[in-house]
């Protein structure tokens, strides 16, 4: 059974912000190789860290002559200079138990049974802020639920595209495209409104 990589959320008010990018790792040391770059087809590169989970994979199990599909974690200060934490690998053939036959390799055409695509985010969080003029806004997001008021558990992602200022505060389903080092609103719904009232 092949894995999705953008897991199916599990509770309508998950919040999450994860993506898959089909790029090369570039560590920036060989001998610390946790820190490094993602370099796609296009030569953009996009400074990266390995997380802890995906840090033994990484070298046991990966080629960095190659490009694999990364499973990340987006982080950012502004629209322009996209972060990403490796949390993982999607290969369905070598890491996987499926049967590596060649006519099935084709590893866009899987994802797209998945409705997914390279440099693809899943991001679902509060609309925190909206610039209506630089077509902006930035979405915060807790990494664990049940801790709202404890700080460092939550960060914000900048996101370009357009949202309505009536949305504030709202939870949001965002589903988000990686151009370049900035991260680009595809198509939103919203989840609920009013958030912090509750």
Request: charged share 25%; aromatic share 8%.
């Amino acid at each position: 059974m092949l894995k999705n990589p953008i897991p199916t959320v599990t509770n309508q008010l998950q919040y999450r912000a994860i993506g898959i990018v089909n790029a090369k790792f570039i560590p920036h040391d060989s001998k610390q190789i946790n820190r490094g770059s993602l370099t796609d087809q296009e030569g953009e590169k996009i400074e990266t860290v390995v997380l802890g989970k995906a840090l033994s994979l990484l070298k046991k199990h990966i080629d960095l002559k190659k490009n694999y599909f990364w499973i990340v974690y987006p982080k950012n200060k502004n629209t322009q200079n996209l972060h990403l934490q490796i949390a993982g690998v999607w290969d369905p053939y070598e890491l996987n138990d499926l049967p590596n036959d060649s006519s099935k390799t084709n590893i866009s055409k899987l994802l797209n049974e998945f409705g997914l695509k390279d440099n693809y985010f899943s991001v679902r969080g509060e609309l925190v802020f909206v610039n209506a003029q630089k077509k902006e806004f930035v979405i915060k997001i807790y990494s664990l639920p049940k801790l709202h008021n404890l700080k460092n558990k939550n960060f914000k992602l900048a996101i370009k595209g357009e949202l309505s200022l009536e949305l504030l505060n709202s939870f949001v389903c965002l589903d988000v495209i990686r151009d370049r080092n900035s991260l680009k609103l595809l198509k939103y719904k919203v989840i609920k409104k009013n958030l912090s009232k509750n």
